[in-house]
């Protein structure tokens, strides 16, 4: 089974400000992990994944995150945001065999201020 | 390609009524899912269905009921609405490649009062 924790239910930050969101997750299995973001009144939208590889993964919108293994962590960043990344972020967990659903982090509010 | 697609957007339904709750999907995936957003809760998952005929219960089915008699749509059902019902529900789809990615419906909000 798996389970994530979003570690902050909500970040206010200002405006071109650099902003981190984190993320750990337990699994007995190897995972692929997601970034979804939902902007108000919307569904979720895929920011970012990663399945293999670099452990440093790009989405949209300026956005990165890296995997660490060694933490179980998959903490999302951002440099300098804006006031439209103002959004609800959420980490997402899904066995990357054999499995086709997809565990939700509770999810973590960002707001940006001017 | 419109991607999934949900009705109503809105709802407001009395204790003990009942509705149906339609997704639709036009990218041809196997997988559907229906979720209920809850605040501070993130997603939980209700039902799903990896196939056209079939469906399974997820982590919260007690209340709801569904069918997939068409590959392109996943109905939610509520036989006898509760106020704890009320809530925003989001439909997903996942094609066949392993990556999991889902896509969402832009939700419906429900208030069952």
């Known amino acids: 089974a798996q389970s994530v924790t979003q570690l902050d239910s909500q970040v206010p930050v200002f405006e071109e400000a650099p902003v981190e969101l984190r993320c750990n997750y337990s699994?007995?299995?190897?995972?692929?992990l997601f970034w979804y973001v939902q902007y108000p009144n919307q569904g979720l939208q895929l920011l970012l994944k990663y399945l293999s590889g670099s452990t440093l993964v790009k989405g949209i919108n300026g956005f990165e995150a890296e995997f660490n293994k060694s933490q179980t962590s998959f903490h999302l960043r951002k440099p300098s945001v804006h006031i439209s990344d103002t959004a609800e972020y959420f980490c997402a967990v899904s066995p990357n065999t054999g499995g086709f659903k997809t565990i939700f982090g509770a999810g973590t509010r960002l707001f940006v201020k001017a | 390609n419109a991607g999934v697609t949900q009705t109503p957007k809105f709802r407001v339904l009395k204790t003990g009524q009942s509705m149906t709750l339609l997704c639709a999907q036009d990218?041809?995936?196997?997988?559907m899912y229906w979720y209920r957003q809850d605040p501070g809760m993130g997603l939980r998952l209700i039902h799903y269905?990896?196939?056209?005929?079939?469906?399974a219960k997820g982590e919260v089915p007690d209340g709801y009921n569904v069918s997939r008699l068409k590959k392109q749509n996943f109905l939610l059902g509520l036989e006898s609405a509760a106020p704890s019902q009320t809530s925003v529900y989001f439909c997903?789809?996942?094609?066949?490649?392993?990556?999991?990615?889902?896509?969402f419906g832009p939700g419906t909000r429900l208030t069952v009062l």
């Open positions: 997903a789809s996942k094609g066949p490649a392993g990556n999991n990615e889902q896509f």
């Open positions: 699994s007995s299995v190897s995972v692929y």
């Open positions: 269905s990896v196939g056209e005929g079939t469906t």
């Open positions: 990218m041809n995936h196997e997988y």
